[in-house]
């Protein structure tokens, strides 16, 4: 519809035929200002520059939709200021094509300044059925922007509504965003859905998601289950164009495991490290990981105060540490065991794998990769160090790759898999495990030193991906200061600043073609205090000894009706801490290991007289066989997505890097006891 109307009068009889077409012929030769070839429904491709010439250069009301096009130029060049100004100089009265792309334009201007309650406001306001085609793609996709990537049956709908309106890459991408909402949804959140009785495109999917969730944990009846179902749903558009991730699966093969090498640094600071890795990997392959559990089970003893710390405290900030959760020469506690809510899986000792161990130690990696190629290995589980660990991963090596740490920028490859036990990987686990249990402003409790500063930086980087808003964090230093903050009753507050970390994604969002920037920059939030309802959670970094003032300190300056829960990481858990402790720490909440969690009572005794109550050991003994187990299923790992492995260092499963993520035990301390947190 054009805006501007050329009204064309009928000639007079006495009028020629010839001046008459002249007339019209001239009327339509005098440019945009009296005869426009604007359409604002359409594309626009035009930079923000050549839109807001053409408006000085118009006079009637094409001058309207160049404006509008100008906007849209400029939302999409970032330039938010400019683009507000223009909106402001718009007439007050416009026809209802002008309104609806209004609507559009100012939506997407919120979703920019990430108002995005006040997106969905306006686009409730769109009359879908007066758009135009490029129109409805830019309606649903600003639908899907607001919905901040948050699963939910609108979310599922707007992508819905939108595929037939796709082609090409646009199509592709909005199957895979499709089944990745699907994919995120809890099975709770699924049940409870409501769709109406003529959504059968949407009823196909929610078949798909169970289909895939009923056999993920095997390819092949996955492979088959995936046929079959489209077979019953043809006209599906997932069935036509499968998602990529379920492509894959068409393609699956079970991994080699006849012979494994095993790339560990034999000698130097790192072999103690090392000698448990391998002593967990050699018993998960020769099935000795089944101990009967103790009669009765005892506490654990005290760590022994003379014996030789498995590393030095400030290792694990350095780049080739081996980097668990805990400091090392921490010791946690073994808890009164828990009960167990699922046993650990262990793959299967398989007498036909070779294991061959080489030592990264005694001379450069890419030797010892060469020289396990030449050895005829299927599949490489190794190696430890981080700067070897870059070093395969820029190598281009055809060999499969069980990493056992992670390179400082993730490389995704097809042949390799990153598995480490990381405290950024015990922080992201944190921030999951506090934003499911309903809170919403969170203050990170760290200590002030760079291992603070890569806690607070994971936890809110993965916060921030969950949606959540800004994260406050606090610093302290050692015991020392806080006995001194603990004499003079000044307590800790828990008043945080903001901490601002950039984003682990594209700057800029882009949904089939529409092109969002980056959220403006706003102003850095106030600190914010518990006194004042704020914070309503604590996430707190801490060793024993530290945690042990810190709880009461916390007590001394926040009120006793206060909802704050209290979290921590396993840092805190040590050999030897006794009743009293537990009473200290009621209520507060820690993660740890399944290992160390109670799920196998025998083994974990069994372990920890191995490593003479060292548990920072024990993690990695624990690591050692989840990678035997991890090496044995690479493939379902690497392309099934879903799989997943319930493992002693926690429950397994990989991103689309194949970095393996781990959800780990959480316990509370209750009135002396240590119990499961349901």
């Not at 037939?164 to 089944?179: C, E, S, V």
Request: glycine share 6%; net charge negative; aromatic share 6%.
């Amino acid at each position: 519809m054009l805006p501007s109307k050329v009204v064309r009068h009928k000639a007079g009889r006495l009028v020629p035929v010839l001046l008459a077409g002249l007339i019209l012929a001239a009327c339509s030769g005098q440019g945009p200002q009296q005869t426009s070839n604007v359409n604002i429904q359409g594309p626009a491709t035009g930079r923000s520059d050549y839109y807001l010439q053409q408006v000085q250069q118009s006079s009637d009301d094409s001058k309207t939709d160049w404006q509008l096009l100008a906007i849209r130029a400029l939302l999409k060049e970032g330039k938010y200021p400019q683009a507000a100004n223009q909106i402001s100089q718009l007439p007050q009265q416009l026809s209802d094509v002008q309104q609806q792309e209004l609507l559009l334009l100012r939506a997407q201007m919120q979703i920019g300044q990430q108002d995005y309650n006040g997106a969905q406001q306006l686009l409730g306001q769109v009359k879908t059925g007066g758009l135009s085609q490029d129109q409805q793609v830019r309606f649903y996709a600003l639908q899907i922007a607001a919905a901040q990537n948050r699963p939910s049956l609108a979310l599922l709908r707007a992508y819905i509504a939108q595929e037939p309106l796709l082609k090409g890459a646009d199509h592709q991408t909005n199957i895979d965003a499709t089944w990745q909402a699907l994919t995120q949804m809890t099975t709770d959140q699924v049940n409870s859905l409501v769709i109406n009785a003529d959504e059968n495109t949407l009823q196909g999917w929610l078949d798909l998601l169970n289909t895939w969730r009923a056999n993920s944990q095997d390819p092949q009846m996955l492979k088959a289950a995936i046929q079959d179902w489209q077979t019953r749903y043809p006209q599906n558009p997932g069935a036509k164009t499968l998602p990529t991730q379920l492509s894959q699966v068409q393609n699956f093969t079970k991994a080699s495991t006849n012979t494994i090498a095993l790339l560990l640094p034999l000698n130097g600071q790192a072999q103690v490290f090392a000698n448990a890795i391998q002593k967990g990997f050699n018993d998960a392959r020769n099935g000795v990981l089944s101990a009967p559990a103790p009669q009765p089970a005892p506490v654990a003893a005290p760590a022994d105060a003379n014996a030789q710390p498995a590393a030095d405290a400030n290792a694990n900030t350095d780049a080739n540490s081996v980097v668990s959760p805990a400091v090392a020469g921490n010791t946690p506690q073994q808890p009164e065991q828990p009960q167990p809510t699922a046993q650990p899986a262990a793959a299967q000792a398989d007498s036909n794998a070779q294991v061959k161990v080489y030592d990264t130690s005694s001379q450069p990696i890419a030797q010892v990769m060469q020289q396990a190629q030449q050895d005829g290995a299927t599949i490489v589980v190794g190696p430890l160090l981080k700067n070897d660990v870059e070093t395969v991963a820029n190598s281009n090596t055809a060999l499969n790759v069980l990493a056992l740490n992670e390179p400082e920028q993730i490389q995704n490859h097809p042949n390799i898999c990153y598995f480490a036990l990381s405290p950024e990987d015990e922080a992201r686990d944190a921030a999951h495990h506090i934003y499911d249990q309903g809170k919403r402003q969170p203050l990170l409790l760290v200590p002030r030193s760079s291992y603070g500063d890569r806690i607070s930086k994971a936890f809110a980087q993965e916060w921030q991906k969950l949606g959540g808003s800004t994260v406050l964090q606090q610093r302290f230093g050692g015991v020392a200061e806080l006995k001194q903050g603990i004499n003079s009753g000044a307590g800790i507050a828990l008043s945080g600043t903001p901490l601002n970390v950039a984003p682990d994604q594209a700057q800029n969002v882009a949904i089939a073609g529409l092109t969002i920037p980056a959220p403006q920059t706003s102003a850095p939030a106030p600190a914010a205090d518990a006194s004042s309802g704020s914070v309503d959670s604590v996430y707190i970094v801490a060793s024993q000894d530290e945690l042990q003032l810190i709880k009461p300190m916390i007590a001394m300056r926040t009120s006793s009706r206060s909802n704050t829960a209290l979290y921590a990481s396993s840092r805190s858990a040590q050999a030897g801490a006794g009743p009293d402790f537990r009473l200290e720490m009621d209520g507060l909440q820690f993660s740890d290991i399944p290992l160390l969690s109670g799920t196998n009572p025998g083994l974990m005794q069994q372990a920890a007289k191995s490593f003479n109550n060292d548990y920072s050991l024990v993690r990695l003994y624990a690591m050692g066989i989840d990678a035997w187990t991890l090496a044995n299923h690479f493939n379902q790992m690497r392309q099934v997505p879903g799989f997943d492995i319930d493992g002693n260092t926690g429950k397994l499963n990989a991103d689309a890097d194949c970095v393996i993520n781990r959800k780990l035990a959480w316990n509370q301390y209750r009135q002396g006891q240590i119990v499961p947190v349901q």
